[in-house]
Every structure is written in C-alpha cells, then in structure tokens.
C-alpha cells in the first residue's frame, strides 16, 4: 500500500519546529513534578516526532526541516537562558543579602550575575542540543519514510506486521 503524496506546504516544518517547543515546554510545565530525566524524554518524543511529521506531511525538503530545528533550537536556548539567567541570579542575590545582613548587596548583585549566566548557559547548552538533535533525527527518519513510500517499498513495520 503506497501513501498519496505528502500534501502541507514546503514551509510547515516551521510551524512543525515552533510547535514543539511550544508544546515541549508546556508538556514541561505540566510534568515539572516527575523525575526529570522523565520530563526530558517526553520533550525529546514530542521534538523528535514534530521531526518526523515535518518531513513525512510536508513537501519540504531536508535543508528547511534542518533550518528550522535550528532557529527553534536557538530560539528555546535564549528563553532558557534568559530565565534560569534571572532566577539564579535573584536567588544568589537575595541569599547574599539575607546573610549578610544587606551589607553587601553591590557584591551579591555581581555574584548573582555571574551564576546566573553561568547556569543559563549550561541549561540554554542543554535545550538547545536537546532540541536541535531530537529534531532532525526525526526529520532524517521521517525523510527516509516518505522516500521509501514514495518509492512503493513498505515499511519495516509494515513487513513485520505481515510474517
């Protein structure tokens, strides 16, 4: 069974990789109680199925499906940076000035700073290969499938399914 031409306009794999995020980080916010190793592998299956789809529904090809990973990618590593970049350096901030009493405030701002940009960067580092990787995985799987549907193959799913 062959299945008709993917039939979404060449540039949807934008819409496919905003999407994820989108969704990623709220699914995210929903899942904050659970381990977070857990929380990670549901964003990784919502990017890397987003992948998938913006390759096997659309007409596009790879290079757009990779571009827009990337922009998606670097977009969601600068609002992670930029929050966790805040929260850090409030917290250390505010820490310093309950312990010393507000006496070294200036200090505190300039300590909070530094490990605020410090961990933004490690957690901006994180979503953005989180993203970025789990993005074009499946849009390679998903270009692979749409390859051999096009060319009347069947899947090896589909072979399985028949033994």
């Known amino acids: 069974m062959t299945r008709a031409t993917p039939s979404l306009h060449p540039q949807m794999p934008w819409l496919f990789a905003f999407g994820a995020v989108a969704v990623g980080i709220g699914v995210g916010f929903l899942t904050r109680g659970l381990n977070p190793k857990i929380s990670a592998a549901i964003y990784a299956g919502i990017v890397g199925l987003a992948g998938f789809g913006s390759m096997y529904l659309t007409r596009a090809k790879l290079g757009t499906a990779i571009l827009a990973f990337f922009v998606a990618a670097a977009a969601c590593a600068?609002?992670?940076?930029?929050l966790v970049s805040s929260i850090m350096s409030d917290a250390t901030s505010l820490v310093t000035d309950a312990a010393?009493?507000?006496?070294?405030?200036?200090?505190?701002?300039?300590?909070?700073?530094?490990f605020g940009r410090f961990f933004g960067v490690f957690a901006a580092a994180i979503a953005f290969l989180e993203t970025f990787v789990g993005g074009v995985i499946g849009a390679v799987a998903g270009s692979k499938f749409r390859a051999q549907q096009a060319a009347g193959q069947p899947s090896p799913l589909a072979a399985r399914a028949a033994r």
Not at 78 to 82: E, I, K, Q, T
Not at 102 to 113: F, I, L, N, P
């Open 78 to 82: 600068g609002l992670y940076y930029a």
């Open 100 to 114: 010393s009493g507000g006496a070294a405030h200036d200090e505190g701002v300039k300590v909070g700073t530094t």
